[in-house]
């Protein structure tokens, strides 16, 4: 999740709360034409629920298809990670596909897990902790997008990272370039990095993932619009919007949609915004690659590919990159 920079006016060293941020995004996304919000607004308590939900739906492949490969392939990946390393998971989440590498990688002596929220680290850090307690885990709170300095005693130590679910997928590919660099500059020359990557296949079965039989997809992204009645006074009816999801194939990429069912103004924070019947609030990308589509754009971010693996069906990819000096 990328940190907003900008400060409020009366403070220009002063970051706006967080609260304060969500309302500028919202102002700004529904001001804007067309009309768009950041995906990371999903992630209240009720969205981090629902999306667990949609991780173990049948329809839903990316979540058992990874963790698949990863059992699978474990021991082809820790031949790549050097003895001794620590690795670096850049935006944390559950350990679920992290403790399937750990059962591959017993030499390994340190876990550095980087994400924004502090206190769901330490929470995840103690967990680790208790079921590995040969390995030293240091949370790092950080932004994971942007460049940030390592703990104390582990600026010279082999390191590699892990970056798994395919939430390279969320970025343009531009922005998911520059990412891969930062992750570069963070590990240094010659550093290994894992990395899931969701890939182009029938249309049918992507659309599927995104748009439920059961709806929960579809609460997921409605649950943007509760969010913003709760902590914004928005003042928005529900069922006045309809979850769409469909793959770009131009774009290679699904998009998620709010779809206004009928001409309306909604209010948020006291500002009006007026939607034409049809008119959407485009809510989130989730680009899809070919094996040689990643690796090209992975070389020009500066890593070089090591090693790429597959389910049998070909759903879904787990990618070894090395770091170019």
């Given at each position: 999740?990328?940190?907003?920079?900008?400060?409020?006016?009366?403070?220009?060293?002063?970051?706006?709360?967080?609260?304060?941020?969500?309302?500028?995004?919202?102002?700004?996304?529904?001001?804007?034409?067309?009309?768009?919000?950041?995906?990371?607004?999903?992630?209240?308590?009720?969205?981090?629920?629902?999306?667990?939900?949609?991780?173990?739906?049948?329809?839903?492949?990316?979540?058992?298809?990874?963790?698949?490969?990863?059992?699978?392939?474990?021991?082809?990946?820790?031949?790549?990670?050097?003895?001794?390393?620590?690795?670096?998971?850049?935006?944390?989440?559950?350990?679920?596909k992290l403790r399937c590498l750990l059962r591959h990688l017993p030499g390994l002596s340190a876990y550095l897990p980087v994400d924004v929220s502090g206190d769901f680290l330490r929470e995840q850090?103690?967990?680790?902790?208790?079921?590995?307690?040969?390995?030293?885990?240091?949370?790092?709170?950080?932004?994971?997008?942007?460049?940030?300095?390592?703990?104390?005693?582990?600026?010279?130590?082999?390191?590699?990272?892990?970056?798994?679910?395919?939430?390279?997928?969320?970025?343009?590919?531009?922005?998911?370039?520059?990412?891969?660099?930062?992750?570069?500059?963070?590990?240094?020359?010659?550093?290994?990095?894992?990395?899931?990557?969701?890939?182009?296949?029938?249309?049918?079965?992507?659309?599927?993932?995104?748009?439920?039989?059961?709806?929960?997809?579809?609460?997921?992204?409605?649950?943007?619009?509760?969010?913003?009645?709760?902590?914004?006074?928005?003042?928005?009816?529900?069922?006045?919007?309809?979850?769409?999801?469909f793959f770009n194939e131009a774009a290679s990429r699904i998009e998620m949609h709010l779809v206004s069912r009928r001409a309306q103004t909604i209010r948020v924070a006291g500002r009006s915004f007026?939607?034409?019947?049809?008119?959407?609030?485009?809510?989130?990308?989730?680009?899809?690659?070919?094996?040689?589509?990643?690796?090209?754009?992975?070389?020009?971010?500066?890593?070089?590919?090591?090693?790429?693996?597959?389910?049998?069906?070909?759903?879904?990819?787990?990618?070894?990159?090395?770091?170019?000096?």
């Amino acid at each position: 999740m990328t940190i907003d920079p900008r400060l409020t006016a009366s403070s220009p060293a002063a970051p706006i709360s967080e609260n304060g941020l969500f309302q500028a995004d919202v102002w700004d996304g529904l001001g804007a034409s067309p009309k768009a919000l950041p995906a990371k607004y999903f992630y209240d308590a009720a969205g981090s629920i629902l999306f667990e939900q949609i991780t173990v739906l049948p329809e839903y492949y990316p979540t058992r298809t990874e963790l698949g490969i990863l059992d699978e392939r474990g021991s082809d990946i820790a031949a790549l990670v050097p003895e001794g390393a620590a690795l670096v998971e850049f935006g944390s989440g559950s350990t679920a596909k992290l403790r399937c590498l750990l059962r591959h990688l017993p030499g390994l002596s340190a876990y550095l897990p980087v994400d924004v929220s502090g206190d769901f680290l330490r929470e995840q850090a103690e967990a680790l902790r208790g079921d590995f307690p040969e390995l030293t885990v240091e949370p790092v709170v950080a932004d994971f997008t942007r460049a940030f300095e390592l703990p104390e005693g582990f600026g010279g130590r082999a390191l590699a990272g892990f970056f798994p679910g395919s939430t390279i997928g969320n970025f343009e590919p531009g922005e998911a370039a520059r990412l891969l660099d930062v992750f570069g500059r963070i590990l240094g020359a010659g550093a290994t990095l894992v990395l899931g990557v969701d890939l182009v296949k029938d249309r049918a079965v992507l659309e599927a993932a995104y748009d439920d039989a059961a709806g929960v997809t579809a609460a997921f992204n409605l649950n943007l619009i509760t969010r913003i009645n709760r902590e914004l006074d928005g003042e928005i009816d529900p069922d006045s919007f309809a979850h769409r999801a469909f793959f770009n194939e131009a774009a290679s990429r699904i998009e998620m949609h709010l779809v206004s069912r009928r001409a309306q103004t909604i209010r948020v924070a006291g500002r009006s915004f007026v939607f034409a019947e049809g008119e959407s609030i485009h809510t989130e990308n989730s680009y899809k690659y070919t094996l040689d589509s990643f690796r090209a754009l992975a070389a020009r971010a500066g890593w070089a590919s090591l090693e790429a693996w597959t389910d049998r069906d070909g759903l879904f990819s787990v990618h070894a990159l090395r770091r170019e000096g």
